[in-house]
């Protein structure tokens, strides 16, 4: 059984989840660490598409994500989960759980610079009223209170981002 670290994005859509988990995989894939990546929007596409955006079906999604990480445990060195997560008891769940083997990563990107980011144009659907239940605006994002990891995403480049991580679980 291995090691399993749990490593749990959270910030808002657009902060930079998936592409420094992106840049994390190719490292663990240069050290021959094996890995698991839960990306938020390939779960809910592959799996949970019965869920909408509602509090209660975003909390059952990351509910489910985090029965996901529970299969994969004890079979990988890493677990990567960008998701928007922004509810605290979800992450809080995930915390108990997991407990030491559990690495919160606060994508520190206020809503402005997000929205700036947004190539999918959802910030600006959110706003005309074609999105709803948009989290940052319909629903709010509960900022961590002591993440392990808070990650600067606005002053510093995603692979800067990414050493941060890689110095903290020690990955060279």
């Not at 059984?1 to 749990?8: N, V």
């Not at 407990?99 to 206020?110: A, G, Q, R, S, T």
């Not at 610079?113 to 239940?133: F, P, Q, S, T």
Request: glycine fraction near 6%.
């Amino acid at each position: 059984m291995k090691k399993t670290k749990i490593i749990w994005f959270t910030g808002l859509s657009g902060s930079g989840k998936s592409t420094i988990a992106t840049i994390l995989v190719e490292r663990f894939k240069n050290n021959g660490l094996s890995f698991e990546v839960l990306d938020g929007d390939d779960v809910r596409e592959r799996l949970h598409k019965h869920l909408g955006f509602s509090r209660e079906d975003i909390l059952e999604n990351n509910r489910l994500i985090l029965e996901l990480c529970k299969n994969d445990y004890g079979k990988v060195d890493f677990i990567l989960v960008p998701v928007i997560s922004p509810f605290k008891i979800s992450r809080e769940n995930a915390r108990t759980f997991f407990k030491k083997d559990f690495i919160e990563v606060y994508l520190d990107c206020p809503y402005e610079e997000c929205k700036r980011r947004d190539v999918k144009g959802l910030y600006k659907k959110a706003e005309i009223g074609e999105l709803k239940n948009f989290i940052g605006l319909h629903h709010p994002y509960e900022i961590p209170d002591k993440p392990e990891i808070k990650l600067d995403v606005v002053n510093k480049k995603p692979q800067s981002c990414a050493e941060q991580i890689l110095k903290f679980i020690k990955v060279k």
